[in-house]
């Protein structure tokens, strides 16, 4: 189970973080390699914003790269997202990848509203 916070209404220009926990059987959150954030704005395909990988090495989408900050500790990840523009708003879900046994789990998603 991957649980989100911190969606919200932000002006242009402003900040928000966005959190994302994960839980659930051991097995399940030893096995977690890489957790991220992508984002589906309406009418649009999801897209990745940002993941993280166990060693910490990051990896952003080039629409956010300066703007957004991927961080992790253990299973649960968080994303600073800085400078927002009214494009960047969208429902946002977090997303974590067992490679062992090639499984993806996704968030409820949380919306991020950016107004200009």
């Known amino acids: 189970q991957l649980v989100e916070s911190g969606g919200g209404l932000v002006q242009a220009g402003g900040s928000l973080r966005l959190d994302c926990a994960a839980s659930g059987r051991t097995g399940y959150i030893n096995g977690i390699t890489v957790m991220g954030w992508y984002r589906q704005a309406p009418g649009k395909q999801r897209e990745l914003v940002a993941s993280i990988r166990g060693n910490g090495q990051p990896d952003y989408a080039d629409s956010v790269k300066g703007r957004c900050t991927i961080s992790r500790v253990g299973n649960t990840v968080w994303l600073q997202m800085n400078s927002l523009k009214p494009e960047d708003t969208a429902v946002y879900y977090c997303?974590?990848?067992?490679?062992?046994?090639?499984?993806?789990?996704w968030g409820q998603g949380t919306l991020v509203t950016v107004s200009s």
């Open positions: 997303n974590a990848v067992v490679a062992s046994i090639g499984a993806d789990y």
